[in-house]
């Protein structure tokens, strides 16, 4: 897919940023800032351009950008946290431009961290021999770099447990829905042999007062005919 003019124009841009964070740079240096806050106005855009690049390029030129973000705001610090701030910086992963036989971003980072070592160095004041110098600085960072992923490892264990607890209560509560579920059926089930039950009850109650009272009917009109029998067949005596 051909190249539109904004994404022409963004790696224009990008090229020149890279060319002036690969340089040292004086304090009073303000184009970088400007070109970096252009280039996320236009990386926004790319996003929303009906002809914007794949995913991964969209990612690289994230990257990049975010790189030299992270990289001003390390000029601002001073000293072991701006040589840390360094080491954890993370640049592009492609050239951004055809002639370029190792990503520039990366050229830049690798300056970057020996120009703060370097600083870093002198400001500690360090007079012993330059390897042994070196060798100090980079247990220090290594310490610095261990304790990060240690840190990181920590924080991963701690999801992965707290993915764990949700996932086991889940499943716990899945099981108690299940069971107030069948309990719910059971009751309905019981409650509708009961009402089944109670018809029937109803039903023989009401045959059984029916034989009851034609009983009685009969047991009455038996006793009432007798009677008048027997006032006919024995008649009083004068």
Same mark, same amino acid.
């Given at each position: 897919?051909?190249?539109?003019?904004?994404q022409?124009?963004?790696?224009?841009?990008?090229?020149?940023?890279?060319?002036?964070?690969? /340089?040292? %740079?004086? !304090?009073?240096?303000?184009? *970088?800032?400007?070109?970096?806050? =252009?280039? +996320?106005?236009?990386? $926004?855009?790319?996003?929303?351009?009906?002809?914007?690049?794949?995913?991964?390029?969209?990612?690289?030129?994230?990257?990049?950008?975010?790189?030299?973000?992270?990289?001003?705001?390390?000029?601002?610090?001073?000293?072991?946290?701006?040589?840390?701030?360094?080491?954890?910086?993370?640049?592009?992963?492609?050239?951004?431009?055809?002639?370029?036989?190792?990503?520039a971003?990366?050229?830049?980072?690798?300056q970057?961290?020996?120009?703060?070592?370097? /600083?870093? %160095?002198n !400001?500690?004041?360090?007079? *012993?021999?330059e390897?042994?110098? =070196?060798? +100090?600085?980079?247990? $220090?960072?290594?310490?610095?770099?261990?304790?990060?992923?240690?840190?990181?490892?920590?924080?991963?264990?701690?999801?992965?447990?707290?993915?764990?607890?949700?996932?086991?209560?889940?499943?716990?509560?899945?099981?108690?829905?299940?069971?107030?579920?069948?309990?719910?059926?059971?009751?309905?089930?019981?409650?509708?042999?009961?009402?089944v039950?109670?018809?029937?009850?109803?039903?023989?109650?009401?045959?059984?007062?029916?034989?009851?009272?034609?009983?009685?009917?009969?047991?009455v009109?038996?006793?009432?005919?007798?009677?008048?029998l027997?006032?006919?067949?024995?008649?009083?005596?004068?």
């Amino acid at each position: 897919m051909a190249s539109s003019r904004l994404q022409i124009n963004f790696i224009r841009l990008l090229s020149r940023c890279e060319s002036i964070a690969s /340089e040292k %740079r004086v !304090e009073t240096e303000w184009r *970088l800032e400007k070109y970096v806050g =252009a280039l +996320e106005e236009m990386l $926004v855009a790319l996003r929303k351009s009906p002809s914007k690049p794949t995913v991964e390029v969209m990612t690289d030129y994230t990257r990049k950008v975010d790189f030299l973000k992270g990289l001003l705001e390390a000029e601002k610090l001073s000293g072991t946290e701006k040589a840390l701030a360094n080491q954890f910086l993370a640049p592009g992963r492609t050239p951004t431009i055809a002639n370029e036989r190792m990503p520039a971003s990366k050229t830049v980072h690798m300056q970057t961290k020996a120009r703060c070592t370097g /600083e870093m %160095r002198n !400001e500690l004041g360090l007079a *012993l021999d330059e390897r042994q110098s =070196a060798a +100090e600085l980079d247990a $220090v960072l290594q310490h610095h770099h261990n304790l990060q992923e240690k840190l990181a490892e920590d924080m991963l264990n701690l999801a992965r447990n707290l993915k764990n607890n949700t996932l086991v209560a889940q499943n716990i509560i899945k099981q108690d829905n299940q069971t107030l579920t069948q309990s719910m059926r059971q009751a309905d089930t019981n409650f509708e042999k009961l009402k089944v039950e109670s018809e029937r009850l109803e039903q023989h109650t009401k045959k059984s007062v029916n034989w009851t009272l034609w009983l009685m009917l009969i047991l009455v009109s038996f006793t009432f005919i007798s009677m008048i029998l027997f006032i006919r067949i024995f008649p009083k005596l004068r």
